[in-house]
T-cell receptor, first 117, second 110 residues
């Protein structure tokens, strides 16, 4: 398909609510990544998948954060009991190759701007 | 652990050349990436270096010295549209977990 798409583009929620952020990677891309980006900073790694398998979740800040990619395509990042400090841009990226032995160019989506009031 | 340092801001004149430096410390080495990010947009891939030396790609070139833990991005014939943040990134462990620097905001003025 065209590029990586994410929805919603903007999400405003109240503290304590759960939110689900969706990522639709480029068709055929094996690997999918989630990042969080604060204003004026580079993306911060959260987790990544090869196909449906979550390979690394070391960047998830705490157990309120979880991600899934059940069919190896679309992924959802869920934040439970949101807190104000969760406010950030959440970006998804995908890459073609699935192996961990070769360079992968990552293609980034437009992001979801999350604001927790 | 991983550590990536790059200058916070730089300014340059249209038509000039600018060099953006990046120093890194990684556990293992699997290459060094540069990404460009315009304000309000997604990062886009610019270059990848895994061997020492200069890789040229049009107006943009990227250099790597593995022994010094050092890379730079060279932008020639600057254009106003080159005003953006430039992000240096290195894989941690395998190739899939990218650690990004904070980015260098480049402002190109007439």
């Amino acid at each position: 398909g065209a590029g990586v798409s994410q929805s919603p583009r903007y999400k405003v929620t109240k503290r304590g609510q759960d939110v689900a952020l969706r990522c639709d990677p480029i068709s055929g891309h094996v690997s999918l990544y989630w990042y969080r980006q604060a204003l004026g900073q580079g993306p911060e790694f959260l987790t990544y998948f090869n196909y449906e398998a979550q390979q690394d979740k070391s960047g998830l800040p705490n157990d309120r954060f979880s991600a899934e990619r059940p069919e190896g395509s679309i992924s959802t990042l869920t934040i439970q009991r949101t807190e104000q400090r969760d406010s950030a841009m959440y970006r998804c990226a995908s890459s073609l190759a699935g192996g961990d032995e070769a360079y992968n160019e990552q293609f980034f989506g437009p992001g979801t701007r999350l604001t927790v009031l | 652990g991983q550590n990536i340092d790059q200058p916070t801001e730089m300014t340059a004149t249209e038509g000039a050349i600018v060099q953006i430096n990046c120093t890194y410390q990684t556990s293992g080495f699997n290459g060094l990436f540069w990404y460009q990010q315009h304000a309000g947009e997604a990062p886009t891939f610019l270059s990848y270096n895994v061997l020492d030396g200069l890789e040229e790609k049009g107006r943009f070139s990227s250099f790597l010295s593995r022994s010094k833990g050092y890379s730079y991005l060279l932008l020639k014939e600057l254009q106003m549209k080159d005003s953006a943040s430039y992000l240096c990134a290195a894989p941690s462990g395998g190739y899939n977990k990218l650690i990004f620097g904070a980015g260098t905001r480049l402002a190109v003025h007439p």
